[in-house]
């Protein structure tokens, strides 16, 4: 495979704009178009090459690769004005989610390069283009040919042509770069570090609350308020096996005491209700006693313990 290890050759799509303006973006949102773009590329090469003895994905990609950051950033540059002509305003339902307005593109593109053997053999529905799609994007992967840098600063510029309503980017320029440092560690869009462990979701600070409310690595009190906190992703298991409040049926169960108490309470629960409880087992063994004379009993099965 002639694919290339690295991605000298190519710069990133360069921004124009005021010279102080502050460059964050939605982190979750750019991270999953970088995260699309890969796929998107290993889908044309292997349409566009297939059937073709002289040429194979890896010696398309960097031909499609650059053909592909050039059309989705002239599709995305374009996409506010011709939103508003189509829709007659800017508020036109047309307008989307950047995810959904960039994939869109993509999928233009992709359609755009597929040859005819793609088009008319049925390849586009086999199982075997897609295993093929599947290796190239691990090869590509392999091979840092499209490195998640390079792919996210791509996904930066796309999110900002098309956002005109700044729903997921920072539209605020300065005056002078200290203005812009002092914005930059307030910004809403700022990358969030957050502190659970093992959590790897990226996100802008905006969603900070909203991600702590929801992630399944936070440890927290357990939800049946015994002394242990717990994971989240942790808390059924915890609550169903061995959390000492967990609901159970008492021991006395079969012989009629239908309580449902915490396992922590069991032996309280022995001890506060024996005569009741002795009460029940002797009507199970002596069905055909009277309940005063069953209660005569317990009274003196209780006094000799």
């Known amino acids: 495979m002639d ?40 889908s044309t090469c292997v ?5 073709d003895p002289l040429k194979t ?24 004005a011709e939103s508003v002509i189509l829709e007659g305003g800017p508020d036109g339902e047309a307008l989307e989610h950047p995810i959904d307005i960039v994939t869109h593109f993509v999928g233009e593109f992709v359609n755009s390069k597929r040859n005819l053997l793609s088009k008319v053999s049925g390849w586009l529905l086999s199982d075997k ?21 390079k792919r996210e600063a791509l996904a930066k510029i796309l999110v900002k042509n098309v956002d005109f309503k700044s729903s997921f980017h920072c539209s605020m320029s300065f005056n002078s770069a200290q203005d812009l440092s002092n914005h930059v560690d307030s910004c809403k869009f700022r990358p969030s570090i957050y502190q659970n462990e093992r ?18 690595f936070k440890i927290v009190p357990c939800e049946q308020k015994c002394t242990e906190s717990i994971m989240r992703r942790e808390m059924d298991r915890h609550c169903l096996t061995v959390c000492p409040m967990r609901l159970v049926n008492y021991p006395f169960y079969v012989v009629g005491c ?15 209700d024996i005569e009741s409880h002795l009460l029940l087992l002797l009507k199970g063994i002596h069905q ?9 009993r317990v009274e003196q099965l209780v006094q000799v313990s």
């Open 288 to 296: 055909e006693a009277s309940s005063e004379d069953l209660k005569k």
């Open 258 to 272: 239908r309580s449902s108490i915490a396992q922590s309470m069991i032996r309280k629960h022995c001890s506060d």
């Open 47 to 51: 349409d566009n090459t297939t059937g």
């Open 129 to 149: 283009r897609e295993d093929k799609i599947d290796d190239f994007i691990q090869e590509m992967e392999m091979n840092a040919f499209w490195p998640l840098d």
């Open 3 to 42: 694919l290339p290890t690295t991605d000298n050759k190519i710069e990133p799509v360069k921004e124009e704009g005021p010279l102080f303006h502050c460059y964050f973006c939605d982190t979750e949102v750019v991270h999953k178009l970088a995260q699309m773009f890969l796929p998107g590329l290993a």
């Open 57 to 80: 994905p890896g010696s398309a990609a960097v031909d499609l690769r650059k053909e592909m950051m050039d059309y989705v950033t002239q599709r995305s540059e374009s996409f506010v």
């Open 199 to 216: 959590c790897n979701a990226r996100f802008s600070a905006v969603y900070l609350k909203e991600h702590d409310s929801t992630c399944v």
